[in-house]
């Protein structure tokens, strides 16, 4: 972890700390993953970490940047900051809740600086990489483990639950997020929630999955045709996945992540179905299965080299269908390498 930059960005806020309670941030600045602690990197370079009595003798084992100190109550949090000379502090207003803001405003003075973190987390170390790539495989050894049960007769349900038990026996920690397996119709709606509906023939279904391994996850969509579908989602998973190898062959360090999305959704337009891709390309990955960067016409990132992102086209006809294909990509200056296969 290169604190020196993240220190230097303190600075050049003219603030004295950086303050984060959220879940994820913590665990990029600590490695160390809680429910609940307090990160401060000020402008002197001091590290400071303060968690309660759950974490307290685990933490002050495993973090080494860091100072530990244990959560007693605000009074004393706030005497330790004035000890250091804190009076100035910013926050990120997406990644703090309302009560911890407002005790902060009672003895700061708190600026809002959104995304602080971001630019850092966006561009992954090697280790983050060996990390995702691991939460990548498991993911895919799981899918493959359990996919014979994929045909007419299991619900939805029965199918998540098979692929989450699969995750745990190949070394995953769990869902990365709500998997979701939506068949026949409830394809047609990017976001189904898994249900207990009986997969039939002629089904097209949808599988969005990934898993965790230590801090790390992995978001990829499968698109499975059962038995006797229609020609017209045949047609609809072919546009799709030429899509997709648009997008993939788009990525490059120094490529805007805008250009990634309307190379994606112009083919799409041209092939008629512009109306039914209702969401972004992709994203980036990491800690969290949504981080910066967005491949979205909306964006104004720049792809660098080792972001970590998703390419995701999709195509959704409501009462009839949908198809979607996800794979990981790494971002390098001479294009991407895909980590999913």
């Known amino acids: 972890m290169d604190f020196e930059r993240i220190i230097s960005k303190v600075r050049s806020l003219n603030v004295d700390a950086y303050l984060t309670v959220d879940k994820a941030e913590n665990f990029y600045l600590t490695r160390f993953s809680s429910s609940f602690g307090i990160s401060v990197v000020s402008s002197n370079g001091e590290l400071f970490f303060f968690t309660d009595g759950r974490y307290f003798e685990k933490a002050r084992r495993e973090i080494r940047e860091f100072e530990v100190i244990k959560w007693k109550n605000w009074e004393e949090f706030f005497k330790k900051l004035k000890e250091e000379k804190i009076e100035k502090i910013a926050v990120d207003p997406n990644r703090i809740n309302l009560s911890t803001f407002r005790k902060l405003t009672e003895k700061f003075e708190v600026i809002e600086k959104n995304s602080f973190l971001d630019e850092f987390r966006s561009v992954k170390s090697c280790e983050e990489i060996s990390l995702i790539t691991r939460a990548i495989n498991i993911a895919e050894l799981s899918l493959k483990s359990v996919l014979h049960l994929l045909k007419p007769g299991i619900t939805e349900k029965e199918f998540r639950k098979e692929l989450i038990s699969a995750f745990f026996k190949f070394g995953g ?114 800690i969290e299965v949504h981080e910066s960067p967005t491949l979205s016409f909306k964006s104004e990132e720049i792809l660098k080299s080792g972001m970590v992102v998703t390419v995701e086209p999709g195509i959704y006809i409501p009462e009839l269908g949908g198809v979607r294909i996800e794979d990981d990509c790494l971002v390098t200056k001479e294009g991407c390498f895909v980590l999913s296969v």
Not at 207 to 234: A, H, M, P, W
Not at 252 to 261: F, I, L, N, P
Not at 264 to 276: A, F, L, M, S, T
Request: proline share 1%; charged share 25%; aromatic share 10%.
């Open 173 to 286: 920690e769990g869902e990365a997020f709500s998997i979701i397996v939506a068949s026949g119709k409830g394809a047609a709606i990017p976001h189904w929630q898994t249900s207990d509906k009986e997969i039939k023939d002629g089904d097209v279904v949808i599988v969005d999955f990934g898993t965790i391994y230590r801090g790390y996850v992995s978001d990829i969509t499968r698109t499975f045709l059962i038995g006797n579908v229609s020609i017209e989602i045949k047609k609809i998973y072919d546009v799709v996945q030429e899509a997709q190898k648009i997008g993939i062959y788009s990525l490059k360090a120094g490529q805007s992540c805008k250009e990634v999305d309307l190379k994606v959704r112009n083919y799409i337009k041209e092939k008629g179905y512009g109306d039914y891709f209702v969401h972004s390309t992709g994203h980036g990955i990491g």
